[in-house]
């Protein structure tokens, strides 16, 4: 069975600063596709960056970006130019390339953006 | 074009009683699936339905389902709620579902047991 695991339950990064958080996950699967979500206090769960594991390219959408390695199975998520509203827990997130359409989340990273 | 839309945002249920929660999906999804929010647990996933069918459960006991209308709606039924079940319930609705779809996801539920 696949599993997610994020094991940063808490962050905090100074605004305008950088942060890293941290996903690794295991599956036997060679075909699947790697999701970072945010879910800020409004609860809604916002897609914030995708990867699909037969991309060598590492994902990038604006100020966030993601450094996929395969082989370790380490998915991280980096937040540039940190701003108060990236404030909310990040969810690392594993869907499998078949017809399962289950999506497998870790146990979520807070965090905290400082002024 | 509309979100995803989830009926009721909060619930207050008694132990013993039974709730139903709605999902309306992207106008266009044919993929609905439920997801369950707890601070012990996370995020689990509970089924997901496509064109009106079953297509996947998570491990929850039979007082978890769920059903699919033709317009994509989809119901989720809880029944002899227990403590237990307090929880926020998510919703999400993806095109296809499966291969890597994006998944687009509700406010959620928040259903509360005493």
């Known amino acids: 069975a696949q599993t997610v695991t994020q094991s940063q339950p808490e962050m905090s990064v100074q605004e305008a600063e950088t942060v890293t958080l941290s996903c690794t996950y295991d599956?036997?699967?060679?075909?699947?596709?790697l999701f970072w979500y945010k879910q800020p206090p409004s609860r809604q769960m916002i897609l914030v960056i995708r990867q699909e594991a037969y991309k060598q390219q590492n994902a990038t959408e604006n100020r966030f970006s993601v450094n996929f390695q395969k082989a370790a199975k380490s998915f991280s998520l980096k937040i540039s130019d940190s701003q108060l509203g990236d404030a909310a827990m990040y969810f690392c997130a594993y869907r499998s390339a078949n017809r399962d359409d289950k999506i497998i989340f870790g146990k979520g990273t807070r965090l905290h953006i400082l002024p | 074009k509309a979100g995803v839309t989830q009926t009721p945002r909060y619930l207050i249920k008694t132990r013993g009683q039974q709730v139903t929660l709605s999902c309306s999906p992207i106008?266009?999804?044919?993929?609905v699936s439920w997801y369950q929010q707890t601070p012990g647990q996370g995020l689990q996933f509970l089924f997901e339905?496509?064109?009106?069918?079953?297509?996947n459960k998570g491990n929850f006991p039979g007082r978890f389902s769920g059903r699919q209308f033709s317009n994509s709606r989809s119901e989720m039924n809880v029944s002899t709620l227990e403590l237990g079940d307090s929880a926020l319930y998510l919703c999400?609705?993806?095109?296809?579902?499966?291969?890597?779809?994006?998944?687009?996801f509700g406010q959620g539920t928040r259903l509360t047991v005493v």
């Open positions: 599956t036997s699967e060679s075909d699947y596709y």
């Open positions: 339905y496509f064109s009106e069918t079953q297509r």
């Open positions: 106008s266009g999804h044919r993929s």
């Open positions: 999400a609705s993806s095109l296809l579902g499966g291969q890597g779809t994006e998944a687009f």
